[in-house]
């Protein structure tokens, strides 16, 4: 009856990484094969999360050289990162099966000595993996700030030159010029490359 409460009390520990830690994309720990992603044939769509979780593995100077792959080879850039994703996803599916097996042999142990032993590692699995998660999601964090950093940087530039910035976009309407909607107002001075009147 012990060894049943120990196995419930595992689960539960098991559940509660998966539901409170994660979010609707880290579902704690990595599907079985064959479910989400993959289309009838097999061929995988996106890899999604995994794809840039593996990207914020690398150094920055191995990010900087897919940042730049990504500006000159897009196609090249896009079959790197499905690689990376995908590498990282086998990984992840390898330790979740040697978990299972852990915990199959777990369950059906008669000897409580194993059983406690297999307990042991059945933690030290889900340790391992929760601390890889979150180590994940501060490198994403610092990813995040730096991003919120530069995007401030920019607002505070288009914040001291909002009186330029709006007249360079009236003398642009004014000259007959149509920008697209989308595209950043003529600096002060420069003609609007964007747009395709100014040509």
Not at 1 to 30: C, H, R, S, W, Y
Not at 38 to 67: D, H, I, K, V, Y
Not at 75 to 104: H, I, N, S, W
């Amino acid at each position: 009856m012990n060894g049943k409460l120990l196995l419930t009390g595992i689960a539960t520990l098991i559940l509660a990484f998966g539901v409170q830690a994660a979010g609707p994309e880290d579902p704690g720990l990595p599907p079985p094969p064959s479910r989400k992603g993959e289309r009838q044939g097999g061929e995988r769509r996106g890899l999604g999360p995994s794809m840039w979780r593996a990207f914020t593995r690398l150094s920055e100077e191995q990010r900087q050289e897919l940042l730049k792959l990504q500006g000159t080879d897009p196609d090249q850039f896009r079959t790197k990162m499905r690689e990376l994703g995908e590498a990282l996803r086998k990984e992840e599916q390898t330790r979740f099966d040697e978990l299972m097996k852990l915990v199959e042999r777990c369950r059906t142990s008669k000897d409580e000595k194993e059983k406690a032993a297999l307990k042991e590692q059945i933690i030290g699995h889900i340790r391992v993996h929760y601390l890889d998660r979150l180590e994940d999601n501060k490198r994403q964090l610092e990813e995040m700030k730096k991003r919120t950093r530069e995007l401030e940087e920019e607002l505070g530039k288009r914040e001291a030159n909002v009186d330029q910035i709006v007249k360079a976009r009236a003398e642009a309407l004014i000259r007959g010029e149509r920008p697209e909607p989308d595209n950043h107002p003529p600096k002060p001075g420069k003609p609007n490359r964007e747009n395709p009147m100014d040509r």
